[in-house]
Each structure stands twice: as structure tokens, then as C-alpha cells.
């Protein structure tokens, strides 16, 4: 009896210590994932469900201490999970971690024998997803009046194997996310280096800028920094020549262009978005002619602002992208030619506004 008392003895410097080290693990460790916000759906595969979301939530928020969870369009990171019935006495679950743009970042599997256990394994292996570095006493499940709470002792015992015959032991999330391992003073630094790069290429059309609609072939470089809404963009394209012919005068009209855009996303899902970009357009307009007035087959400057609004669609690292937008050309330029009475014709102009819609791949590489 002397000898447990004397172990259980503990100083009263080592219990400060204790203290000052357990409060200074948590101030670093709670910031860790502070900016990133979560989204969770949980849906059964056919009947009804056995652990409800809403019930989830509170216990997930009950034991981190915080409310964690937001409107699944506006979350960073999107916890899905469907709920399937096996047979009689045992239940699974498929937990998958997605990123904004619909990346699969981590799969768990649950399996458990009773409706309870699940509840169990599923509130804490989404606050593991939320905070890995979570340490913490079990949560007891509401439901599950079978189970009713104790009282915990002065020391835990181990536990014993009756104690543990029901719930599924469910492993820690897997290395997938090296970052994690990272101390969390460090993950906001890390964070803001990473780059998205995606490269693509499409066809389009636009009114205002030759005689009559183009064809345009275009490629494009995208930038999007990881957990941002904000992306950046580079186009360069070539619009095919056109021709226009008027007795001996005869005209090929070609272009180039490129943007340089930055675009926000104004609605996201899991793997789609729609954004409004805004950024300058530079050309030029390629004449190749004969006949015509001295100065008209010079290449004709095109500068100006530009907008889009556009929508894209991606499964995983690949992509599709529609876009509708317009011009605005802060200079017109006036194609024309002296007939055999000396007299001035024109052939066409440039317009004010320039209207464009684009179809694109994208695939991204980083």
C-alpha cells in the first residue's frame, strides 16, 4: 500500500512542468490547421443511416472544444463519407478527404459491428482528419444507452480485452499528407509556397477584331496558390487569317493575342467553380495586302482591358473550362484603299468592343 502511494506521488515542480509543457503543445498545435475550413457530409448507400450528421458534427465539435464546420461549397477541405450496410451485426463506412478543387487527399475504411461503435470510430476519425495531432479522452456516443458513462479513476487502468470486443480499431490517418508530420509553426509557411500549375490549350471565337467572326487556337498557363480562392492566368492565340477582295485589291487579315488575367472564384463546389477574371489584352493585327494605301499592310497595334466570366469542370487532375468575355480596344484601326478614280474605300474597322467565348482543356502538372 506505502509502495502505490509512493508511486503515484508526484511533486508539486513536476506538475507545474507538467503543466507549462501541456499548455505550450497546445498553443502551437492549435493554430495548426486554424485556416483551413472543413465541410462534412455523411450519407447513407440505401435505407437509413446509421450515424446522423448532425449528431456527428456536435460530437466532432464537442471534442475539439471549437465549432469547426462550414457550408460544404465554401470549405477548403470536404469530408464525404457513405455509410454501408453489410449484414446482420456489421456496418462499414467509407470516409474520403477531398481538397476545394475535388482532389482525393485520403481514404479511410470503417467497420464495426454495431451502430454505436461506427458513431464511435466515425467522430474520431474525422477530428483525426481535423486535427491529427489531437489527444483527448473517448467520447461517448448519446445514443448508445447500453454504455452508459464511468466515472474515470485516479489512474487508468489497461484496458481490458471485454471492454474493447465491439469497436473497430481504426489506425491513424496514413502519411498521405507529408505536411502534417511538419511542426504546425511551420504548416502556414509551407502552405503559402505551394503553386498549382496547370497547361492547356483550346478554340474560340471573337467578334470586332477582323472582318467577320475568327477562329482562334490559343494555349494557356494557369497559377493557382493551394487554399485560395485567387488564380492567375497567361492565354496567347492566333486568330486564322481572313480575306477580302475588292477588284485588284485584295487583303489577308490574321491576329494575335495574348492575356494576362487574374480570376476569382466567386462560386466552388467539390470539383467545379465559377470565376470572373479581369487583366490586359495585347495583339496585333497581321494584313498582308496589295493594292491598298500606303501604310495599311503595317501590323496595327490592339491594347485594352478584358473580363471573362467563366466555369470550370475537373475530375481530377484534369479539367475543362468554358469562358464568355469581351475587350474593350482603346484604339480602332481603319482598313482602306485608293480605287482607279483616286478615290478612298474602305474595307472594314476595328471595333470598340471585342466579344469572345473560348472552349479549353486544362491538365494540371503540380
Not at 497546445?26 to 448507400?45: C, Y
Not at 456489421?90 to 470503417?110: I, M, P, S, Y
Not at 500549375?197 to 477582323?210: C, E, Y
Not at 475587350?327 to 480605287?339: E, K, N, P, V
Amino acid at each position: 500500500m506505502s509502495l502505490r502511494r509512493a508511486r503515484r506521488f508526484r511533486p508539486p515542480k513536476t506538475w507545474c512542468l507538467a503543466a507549462c509543457v501541456g499548455f505550450a503543445a497546445w498553443a502551437l498545435e492549435a493554430p495548426a490547421r486554424a485556416d483551413v475550413s472543413f465541410g462534412l457530409s455523411w450519407r447513407p448507400s440505401q435505407g437509413d443511416a446509421c450515424v446522423d450528421e448532425a449528431a456527428l458534427r456536435e460530437s466532432v465539435e464537442q471534442r475539439l472544444g471549437r465549432a469547426t464546420f462550414t457550408e460544404s461549397s465554401n470549405a477548403d477541405i470536404l469530408i464525404e463519407a457513405e455509410e454501408t450496410p453489410v449484414a446482420q451485426g456489421e456496418f462499414r463506412a467509407r470516409v474520403t478527404e477531398r481538397d476545394r478543387r475535388g482532389n482525393v487527399r485520403g481514404v479511410r475504411e470503417l467497420k464495426a459491428q454495431s451502430c454505436p461503435s461506427l458513431r464511435r470510430a466515425a467522430t474520431l476519425i474525422v477530428t483525426l482528419i481535423i486535427d491529427p495531432h489531437r489527444t483527448g479522452r473517448p467520447v461517448q456516443d448519446p445514443n448508445d444507452a447500453s454504455e452508459p458513462p464511468a466515472s474515470p479513476p485516479p489512474e487508468a487502468p489497461a484496458p481490458k480485452a471485454d471492454d474493447v470486443s465491439d469497436v473497430p480499431v481504426v489506425s491513424p490517418p496514413p502519411p498521405l499528407h507529408e505536411h502534417r508530420a511538419a511542426p504546425p509553426s511551420a504548416l502556414p509557411e509551407h502552405r503559402n509556397r505551394r503553386w498549382g500549375v496547370s497547361l492547356g490549350a483550346g478554340a474560340g471565337t471573337s467578334v470586332g477584331i477582323l472582318p467577320s467572326a475568327t477562329v482562334t487556337v490559343f494555349a494557356l498557363v494557369r497559377l493557382e496558390p493551394s487554399n485560395s480562392r485567387w488564380s492567375f492566368d497567361w492565354s496567347g492565340g492566333y486568330s486564322l487569317p481572313q480575306r477580302l477582295r475588292e477588284g485588284p485589291v485584295y487583303a489577308d487579315f490574321a491576329a494575335v493575342e495574348q492575356r494576362l488575367r487574374s480570376c476569382f472564384a466567386v462560386v466552388r463546389w467539390p470539383s467545379n467553380e465559377v470565376d470572373a477574371c479581369a487583366g490586359l489584352a495585347l495583339g496585333a493585327i497581321l494584313p498582308n495586302t496589295a493594292g491598298m494605301q500606303s501604310g495599311s499592310d503595317h501590323w496595327r497595334l490592339l491594347v485594352g482591358p478584358t473580363a471573362a466570366v467563366g466555369f470550370d469542370a475537373r475530375t481530377g487532375p484534369l479539367g475543362g473550362r468554358v469562358e464568355l468575355g469581351l475587350t474593350w480596344g482603346l484604339r480602332q484601326h481603319d482598313f482602306s484603299y485608293f480605287d482607279l478614280a483616286n478615290e478612298r474605300q474602305g474595307l472594314y474597322s476595328t471595333k470598340t468592343f471585342v466579344f469572345f467565348v473560348s472552349l479549353s482543356g486544362l491538365g494540371k502538372f503540380s
